[in-house]
Nanobody, 127 residues
Framework: VQLQAFGGGLVQTGGSLTLSCAAS????????IGWFRQAPGKEREGVSC??????????YYADSVKGRFTISRDNAKNTVYLQMNSLQPEDTAVYYC???????????????????WGQGTLVTVSS
């Protein structure tokens, strides 16, 4: 089982980036995929989550990214995407993807819940 997060980079305020989380070793559609971020000196937080469809949970967005970020999934490519628009300096962080059965625990950003994590990709938004 492996998750690879990539697509980060340096962007100016108001710019856009699309992150990708490529999964291997398991069937993506059987799991929820969450995107998390950790800024320097802050705790890791759940940003968005794509449900598996097996449970009655919904796509999740943190209040801080609603209306700006969009999560999507391509089952054929075993990849989940996070389209980030109108980026702000406070979006600067290392972004991770991880898997769980359901999105209901997206606010608990620990390995005790989310069993596999991507390596993280750095997003830097300059002011």
């Amino acid at each position: 089982v492996q998750l690879q997060a990539f697509g980060g980079g340096l962007v100016q305020t108001g710019g856009s980036l699309t992150l990708s989380c490529a999964a291997s070793g398991f069937t993506l559609e059987s799991y929820a995929i969450g995107w998390f971020r950790q800024a320097p000196g802050k705790e890791r937080e759940g940003v968005s989550c794509m449900p598996s469809g097996r449970y009655s949970d919904s796509t999740y967005y943190a209040d801080s990214v609603k209306g700006r970020f969009t999560i999507s999934r391509d089952n054929a490519k075993n990849t989940v995407y996070l389209q980030m628009n109108s980026l702000q300096p406070e979006d600067t962080a290392v972004y991770y993807c991880a898997r769980e059965r359901t999105c209901r625990l997206i606010t608990i950003a620990t390995r005790k819940i989310w069993d596999y994590w991507g390596q993280g990709t750095l997003v830097t938004v300059s002011s």
